[in-house]
């Protein structure tokens, strides 16, 4: 007797969504040249959806909770350096 089951937990394959945004964009001119020149998105909170530098959340490494040199990667989440490096993250500049 086969019977169709339903898996008990189901795993969503797709990327995170990226909290970036584009901060702003310039038109240069310079001797008749114009080029437009756009500002670095900034990376935001996964919870409390601010900017580094205005969030007040715990900053901690969320893979292995270190306090050192932690700083918030274009994914929403805080990893410390040596987490950043292994794992190929940048941080914002």
Not at 40 to 52: D, R
Not at 70 to 82: A, F, S, T
């Amino acid at each position: 007797m086969a019977t169709s089951q339903s898996p008990l937990f189901a795993v969503d394959c797709q990327p995170l969504s990226l909290r970036t945004r584009e901060v702003a964009s310039y038109v240069l001119s310079v001797g008749g040249h114009e080029a437009k020149i756009r500002m670095a998105a900034k990376y935001h909170c996964n919870v409390c959806e601010q900017e580094e530098s205005k969030c007040q959340c715990d900053r901690y490494c969320c893979l292995c909770q270190g306090l050192y040199n932690v700083r918030l990667c274009q994914d929403g989440q805080y990893y410390c350096l040596d987490c950043r490096e292994a794992c190929e993250l940048a941080a914002e500049s």
